[in-house]
Structures are given as structure tokens and as C-alpha cells.
């Protein structure tokens, strides 16, 4: 079967974890900076766009070279075999990018890109005019750098993040992706308590509850690459199947997410409606300050407002102090917060046990993780 280079585009600072969910679908990979290589046949793009939790999107290498002339440019891009991938009627877009190159008006590289495609096309498919480009959508990426130039097609569409249970979002909604990545960097497993005390729409719980009950993160959505014609659509129908067959639909969760604003908490009620935990979810309007449990062993994951708007920072500089109050009794429970906030630490009167950079977007955070006590052994 036709093996592909394909590449698992990353946040910055998910690589490593996006590695291991390619590794865990069988596939051997390298990371690099923003992404992870692998190959695979058909069934692997049908795979990583249906479980990868983490990546952004999943794109296919088709060709890499360098380029310093529109002339080369042109040449390289038409001696690859397009036909391969393209059918006759395909509706090709080219998208573009350039950094440090010599050719780095974007405009123009995609233009070139796109005439040179045409070009080995009419040849292929023995036209002599223009495509009508009425049938699948293939998007395709010309990206440079350092005068390397990378021709990409992308299989996923809509980014990854988008699982299709999203009804309603606030104003600056956590990342799914980031969100499942944050939960897996915990010790979180399914037998544990999960709270999220600053739920917002209820991503972080959400996820949880997929990961809890293993629901892979593609199963509500469509890919682009469904409709293409060399990917046998039992190849599709196979990887959903083998999806129902895996997932946990019974396994019991407590999980709840809570929040000071009303019409977030309704948000999130919504969504987890969406995604079909309505019945397994606690959400519940409440300050953070305010959370008691008598449970043990569980796990907090919080994502609390950063006060980086101008008056913020005396309420937000106090919210971390209650925090490290409030959660200090907590000593058998595990806590992770994501915050840009440097002086997390000295607010919240402890020293995490680790911390890890990642990007919530373009704000470079840190997520602090504080490790409670081990629960007994059996004796």
C-alpha cells in the first residue's frame, strides 16, 4: 500500500505530547519545532485525524527542495508528480508562507506554485486549457524557509481542535487541543475526581470526559480528505467503527466544572449537551475560592484569568493568593494551573513541584503542577 510522509502540525511546546499519541497509534516519528514526522499508508491519515488529541492538523509532505528563483520555484514544483494526488477536476487552492528567503513575496510563490501544478496537470490529463476545478477540495501549502521550500496537503480542514461540540464559546476560549494536552500532562486516570474551577465554556471537563471515556476527538466531525478519491471511503467507515468499538460509553466519571459567571456555566451546560455528557458532567456556578471536597486522590486543572488587562492585576494577584490558601488543604489532591503570571509562585505561597512552557495561543504561560500524596497500596 502507498506509504506517505505526513507531518502532525503542534502548538509550540505540545510537540513531545503530540509525539507520544503517534507512537501510541504505532507509527515511529521524529519532532521538530511546531510538528511530527511519520509515514503511513491511508489508514494512518484516517487514524491520526481521527485520534490525535493534541496536533493541530495532519498535512502530507509532497515535495521538498530548495529554491532561490521564481524559475526554480516553477521547475521543482512542476517535476512533482501531481497527478498522483490531484484528479482532473480537483479545486486546488494554494495557501503560502515565507521566512528568511530569498523568495519572500508570498503572493507571487503562490502563484508560481499554482501555475507550475496546472502545468504537469494539463500534461497528465492531456488538456490544453484551464481546469474547471469543480470537484474535491485539496488545499495546499507552500512554506519557506531559509530558501527550503515545503509543499504540503492538508488532510484534516478544519483544524483538529474543532471536535464539533462547540455550541457556544466565550470571548477567549481555551484551545481543545490545549485543553486535552494539559489533562494528559496530569495523573489524572478515569477512577479519580476531575474539577475544573475555571471551566468558561467547559472545554477542560469536556476533554476529560472523552479522554475518561476514551471517545476519539474526530469521531463528531468530518475531514477534508473524506472526500477524495484515492482514499477508499471503507477506509473511513473501518477507523469510525473501530472508534465505537473502543470507547467506554459506561465508564462512571466525576467530573465537574465551575465558574463565577452564570452565563458560562449555561455555555458549558450546553456544549457538554453537545458532546453527550449532559448526564455526566457537574457544572455549577461558584467561586474558586469557595471549593471544599471531602474526596480524596483527586485532580484540579485550572486555567484562571492572567490579569493582563490594565486593573486586573491587584484582583487577579489576590485570586492567586486565595488559591494557594484554599488548596493548600488539599494535600492529597494533584493541582495544575496554567497562568503567564511569573509570579505565580510567591502569590500562591508554594513552590510547584515542576512547571512546563506552553503557548495558550500567542501568550507563552507556564503551567505549574503541584503533586498531592500517592494514594495506599493494597495491602
Same mark, same amino acid.
Given at each position: 500500500?502507498?506509504?506517505?510522509?505526513?507531518?502532525?502540525? %503542534?502548538?509550540?511546546?505540545?510537540?513531545?505530547?503530540?509525539?507520544?499519541?503517534?507512537?501510541?497509534?504505532?507509527?515511529?516519528? /521524529?519532532?521538530?519545532?511546531?510538528? !511530527?514526522?511519520?509515514?503511513? *499508508?491511508?489508514?494512518?491519515?484516517?487514524?491520526?485525524?481521527?485520534?490525535?488529541? /493534541?496536533?493541530?492538523?495532519?498535512?502530507?509532505? &509532497?515535495?521538498?527542495?530548495?529554491?532561490?528563483?521564481?524559475?526554480?520555484?516553477?521547475?521543482?514544483?512542476?517535476?512533482?508528480?501531481?497527478?498522483?494526488?490531484?484528479?482532473?477536476?480537483?479545486?486546488?487552492?494554494?495557501?503560502?508562507?515565507?521566512?528568511?528567503?530569498?523568495?519572500?513575496?508570498?503572493?507571487?510563490?503562490? %502563484? &508560481?506554485?499554482?501555475?507550475?501544478?496546472? #502545468?504537469?496537470?494539463?500534461?497528465?490529463?492531456?488538456?490544453?486549457?484551464?481546469?474547471? #476545478?469543480?470537484?474535491?477540495?485539496?488545499?495546499?501549502?507552500?512554506?519557506?524557509?531559509?530558501?527550503?521550500?515545503?509543499?504540503?496537503?492538508?488532510?484534516?480542514?478544519?483544524? =483538529?481542535?474543532?471536535?464539533?461540540?462547540?455550541?457556544?464559546?466565550?470571548?477567549?476560549?481555551?484551545?481543545?487541543?490545549?485543553?486535552?494536552?494539559?489533562?494528559?500532562?496530569?495523573?489524572?486516570?478515569?477512577?479519580?475526581?476531575?474539577?475544573?474551577?475555571?471551566?468558561?465554556?467547559?472545554?477542560?471537563?469536556?476533554?476529560?470526559?472523552?479522554?475518561?471515556?476514551?471517545?476519539?476527538?474526530?469521531?463528531?466531525?468530518?475531514?477534508?480528505?473524506?472526500?477524495?478519491?484515492?482514499?477508499?471511503?471503507?477506509?473511513?467507515?473501518?477507523?469510525?467503527?473501530?472508534?465505537? *468499538?473502543? %470507547?467506554k460509553y459506561d465508564q462512571p466519571?466525576?467530573?465537574?466544572? +465551575?465558574?463565577?459567571?452564570?452565563?458560562?456555566?449555561?455555555?458549558?451546560?450546553?456544549?457538554?449537551?453537545?458532546?453527550?455528557? %449532559?448526564? &455526566?458532567?457537574?457544572?455549577?456556578?461558584?467561586?474558586?475560592?469557595?471549593?471544599?471536597?471531602?474526596?480524596?486522590?483527586?485532580? =484540579?486543572?485550572?486555567?484562571?484569568? +492572567?490579569?493582563?488587562?490594565i486593573g486586573e492585576k491587584a484582583? !487577579?494577584?489576590?485570586?492567586?493568593?486565595?488559591?494557594?490558601?484554599?488548596?493548600?488543604?488539599?494535600?492529597?489532591?494533584?493541582? +495544575?494551573?496554567? /497562568?503567564?503570571?511569573?509570579?505565580?509562585?510567591?502569590? +500562591?505561597?508554594?513552590?510547584?513541584?515542576?512547571?512546563?512552557?506552553?503557548?495558550?495561543?500567542?501568550?507563552?504561560? *507556564?503551567?505549574?503542577?503541584?503533586?498531592?500524596?500517592?494514594?495506599?497500596?493494597?495491602?
Amino acid at each position: 500500500m502507498r506509504k506517505f510522509e505526513l507531518i502532525a502540525t %503542534a502548538a509550540m511546546g505540545l510537540e513531545a505530547i503530540v509525539a507520544k499519541e503517534v507512537r501510541d497509534l504505532g507509527y515511529d516519528c /521524529t519532532v521538530d519545532n511546531g510538528k !511530527v514526522l511519520f509515514s503511513g *499508508d491511508v489508514n494512518a491519515i484516517a487514524k491520526a485525524n481521527m485520534w490525535l488529541r /493534541t496536533a493541530d492538523r495532519i498535512k502530507i509532505k &509532497i515535495g521538498e527542495f530548495k529554491a532561490y528563483t521564481f524559475d526554480e520555484l516553477f521547475e521543482k514544483t512542476k517535476a512533482i508528480p501531481w497527478e498522483h494526488y490531484l484528479p482532473e477536476n480537483a479545486e486546488f487552492p494554494v495557501s503560502g508562507k515565507s521566512l528568511k528567503s530569498k523568495l519572500f513575496s508570498v503572493p507571487d510563490c503562490q %502563484a &508560481i506554485v499554482k501555475k507550475a501544478i496546472v #502545468e504537469r496537470l494539463k500534461r497528465a490529463y492531456s488538456r490544453t486549457s484551464w481546469f474547471d #476545478e469543480n470537484g474535491p477540495l485539496f488545499k495546499i501549502e507552500v512554506a519557506i524557509l531559509k530558501d527550503v521550500v515545503t509543499l504540503t496537503l492538508d488532510t484534516s480542514g478544519a483544524g =483538529l481542535h474543532k471536535r464539533g461540540y462547540r455550541a457556544e464559546q466565550g470571548e477567549a476560549p481555551l484551545k481543545e487541543t490545549l485543553a486535552a494536552a494539559l489533562i494528559q500532562l496530569t495523573n489524572w486516570t478515569p477512577d479519580k475526581p476531575f474539577v475544573d474551577p475555571f471551566c468558561g465554556s467547559g472545554t477542560i471537563p469536556i476533554e476529560a470526559a472523552m479522554i475518561g471515556q476514551n471517545i476519539a476527538p474526530g469521531f463528531n466531525r468530518e475531514f477534508i480528505s473524506e472526500s477524495w478519491p484515492w482514499i477508499p471511503s471503507q477506509v473511513w467507515d473501518d477507523i469510525r467503527n473501530e472508534a465505537e *468499538d473502543v %470507547a467506554k460509553y459506561d465508564q462512571p466519571l466525576d467530573i465537574s466544572g +465551575y465558574d463565577i459567571d452564570h452565563r458560562m456555566v449555561e455555555m458549558a451546560k450546553a456544549n457538554s449537551f453537545e458532546a453527550g455528557f %449532559a448526564d &455526566i458532567i457537574n457544572f455549577k456556578q461558584m467561586q474558586a475560592k469557595d471549593f471544599t471536597t471531602k474526596k480524596e486522590y483527586g485532580v =484540579l486543572v485550572g486555567n484562571p484569568p +492572567y490579569g493582563e488587562r490594565i486593573g486586573e492585576k491587584a484582583v !487577579v494577584d489576590q485570586l492567586y493568593r486565595d488559591l494557594g490558601q484554599v488548596y493548600g488543604n488539599l494535600d492529597t489532591w494533584s493541582i +495544575y494551573i496554567l /497562568t503567564s503570571d511569573e509570579n505565580f509562585e510567591n502569590l +500562591y505561597g508554594r513552590q510547584a513541584t515542576k512547571k512546563r512552557k506552553l503557548f495558550n495561543g500567542f501568550i507563552k504561560t *507556564d503551567y505549574y503542577q503541584y503533586w498531592g500524596k500517592r494514594p495506599p497500596r493494597n495491602s
